[in-house]
């Protein structure tokens, strides 16, 4: 049963707009959010994260944004570049696990097209 | 920079064969996970570990065990290879929910 959900397997956008990813979860025990970015035979690299007491983290081109009420956030990066064609997953963490584990989305993979 | 390495970028492995995924760290960080990859699936965590000597199990334990002899050291073994096993293996170390990712390992079991 998974606990954070990407609906979308698959986005595709122009250079230069914006790309908006989103992500659901259903344990009312999350309190810290992050992003991360996927490459080709690559692991993934973090790219942004969230805590629950706050409702939007801005870092350069990237914007991630935390609905709790929803149980719902999401990453806009703006503008899309080329380098952004990647997979994104979103992962949750819980305030009552104490080791830090983490628990993934399915992934959004993200092409940008010139 | 954290770095984070795995013994091998592909490997081929027959069924039965017994398989040993080598995972460093350099960042002296307590905890270390592994995951598995596959399309749909996201990752999966299959084992982590606290502390040396220490481990518990993720989501997906069956078929694999590991070994963590040493903070920077942290092994999967999968005792006898099975074709469902074949998949993309990503070993992470965290501070506190950051976690860091090695490059993966393609394993394929034929």
């Known amino acids: 049963d998974q606990q954070v959900k990407q609906n979308s397997p698959s986005l595709s956008v122009q250079e230069g707009r914006i790309s908006i990813l989103n992500c659901d979860y259903t344990?009312?025990?999350?309190?810290?959010f992050l992003w991360y970015k996927k490459y080709p035979a690559e692991g993934p690299t973090f790219l942004i994260s969230i805590s629950s007491i706050k409702d939007k983290n801005e870092d350069g081109r990237f914007t991630v944004f935390l609905n709790k009420s929803a149980k719902h956030l999401s990453l806009h990066i703006v503008p899309s570049q080329p380098g952004d064609s990647a997979v994104y997953f979103c992962?949750?963490?819980?305030?009552?696990?104490?080791?830090?584990?983490?628990?993934f989305g399915a992934g959004t993979q993200v092409v940008v097209t010139p | 920079d954290v770095k984070v390495t795995q013994s091998s970028r592909y490997l081929v492995k027959r069924t039965g064969e017994k398989v040993f995924l080598e995972c460093v760290q350099d960042m002296d960080h307590e905890n270390m996970f592994w995951y598995r990859q596959d399309p749909g699936l996201g990752l999966r965590l299959i084992y982590f570990s606290y502390d040396v000597k220490m481990k518990e199990k993720g989501d997906i334990p069956e078929g694999y065990s590991v070994s963590r002899e040493k903070k920077e050291r942290f092994s999967l073994i999968l005792e006898s290879a099975s074709t469902n096993q074949t998949s993309m293996y990503l070993c992470?170390?965290?501070?506190?929910?950051?976690?860091?990712f090695g490059p993966g390992t393609r394993l394929t079991v034929t």
């Open positions: 992470a170390s965290s501070y506190y929910e950051k976690q860091y």
């Open positions: 992962a949750a963490s819980a305030n009552n696990d104490s080791w830090g584990k983490l628990q």
């Open positions: 344990n009312s025990m999350f309190d810290y």
